[in-house]
């Protein structure tokens, strides 16, 4: 069974006049497909941030294109690195006055047995997918903090921080990690009128998965969803949008499934 994927749903305003920062924002999934709907959305100003420079620039030019909007700014920069980081958040503070929402999206997987799994590999996986998130986090708290007009942290773990497959161990013990991380900062940050929440998706397939998995793992993973199909990268983003909202004004240190599987 296949369940159709829905029409494209049109932007409601929810988040109309917010400035909004993402990272890993230049691939062909879900972080690209989040400034995509922050635009449709009612952003004023969006800055796209990832590692790779060129990938990037291509990014920002098709979403002024798409958007019309012309407060699209990028900015390279590794998660991994806390530089990097500092200066991510300093430009995305200056050029948009003030970030209003932080979409964590950058995350790094492999596939590897942990009998053979060496310890670069794994720390590779857990430097990128925790400690960067956890670079991010720490430091957008700071400058909210410091600025004092509140703002939300929209975190991007997986459905693998609840689940067991084989080969992923370092992947879901980063992701389990994005979630714990989500729940204590959310505690920490609600005295400031910051919330921060998490998405765990399931699957979403686009280019880049499909050369890194095999087409059987992959088909696999879609035959156990209720639906018999990914997730659209936008169908995780419109999640996103949700919690970056005043919609989920009462949510903080929750962690969503954008699923159709339990368990
Ligand atoms: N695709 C899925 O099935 C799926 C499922 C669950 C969770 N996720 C999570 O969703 C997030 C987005 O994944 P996606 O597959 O949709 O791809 P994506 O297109 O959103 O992200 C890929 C981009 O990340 C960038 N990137 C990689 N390492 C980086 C780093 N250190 N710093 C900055 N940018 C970096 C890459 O250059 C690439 O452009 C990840 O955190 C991933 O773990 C994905």
């Keep these: 069974m296949n369940l159709?994927?829905?029409e494209y749903v049109p932007g409601h305003d929810l988040i109309k006049g917010k400035s909004v920062l993402v990272t890993a924002a230049a691939g062909a999934g879900i972080g690209f497909s989040a400034a995509t709907r922050a635009a449709e959305e009612g952003a004023r100003a969006i800055v796209l941030s990832d590692i790779h420079e060129g990938r990037?620039?291509?990014a920002v030019e098709k979403l002024q294109a798409e958007s019309g909007?012309?407060?699209?700014?990028?900015?390279v920069g590794n998660v991994a690195v806390?530089?990097?980081v500092r200066a991510l958040i300093e430009f995305a503070e200056e050029s948009m006055d003030g970030v209003d929402i932080l979409i964590n999206n950058a995350g790094l997987g492999t596939s590897k047995l942990l009998i053979d799994m060496e310890d670069e590999e794994w720390h590779r996986v857990i430097d990128v997918t925790l400690n960067g998130t956890m670079r991010m986090t720490r430091h957008m708290m700071k400058v909210m903090k410091a600025r004092g007009r509140g703002g939300v942290i929209v975190n991007n773990s997986s459905v693998l921080g609840w689940r067991a497959q084989k080969e992923q161990a370092h992947y879901a013990a980063a992701k389990a990690g994005v979630m714990a991380l989500t729940r204590c900062a959310a505690m920490e940050a609600a005295e400031f009128n910051v919330r921060i929440n998490?998405?765990?998706p399931s699957i979403v397939l686009h280019p880049m998965l499909r050369k890194s998995a095999s087409?059987?793992?992959l088909a696999?993973?879609?035959?156990?969803?209720?639906?018999g199909r990914a997730a659209e990268a936008w169908e995780v983003a419109n999640v996103m949008m949700f919690l970056a909202s005043d919609y989920s004004s009462y949510m903080t240190g929750e962690i969503v499934s954008v699923s159709s599987q339990r368990g």
């Design 220 to 227: 696999e993973l879609e035959s156990k969803e209720a639906y």
């Design 198 to 200: 998490a998405v765990a």
């Design 215 to 217: 087409e059987e793992l």
């Design 56 to 58: 990037l620039a291509a």
């Design 82 to 84: 806390e530089d990097d």
């Design 69 to 75: 909007l012309s407060e699209v700014y990028g900015k």
């Design 4 to 6: 159709k994927t829905p």
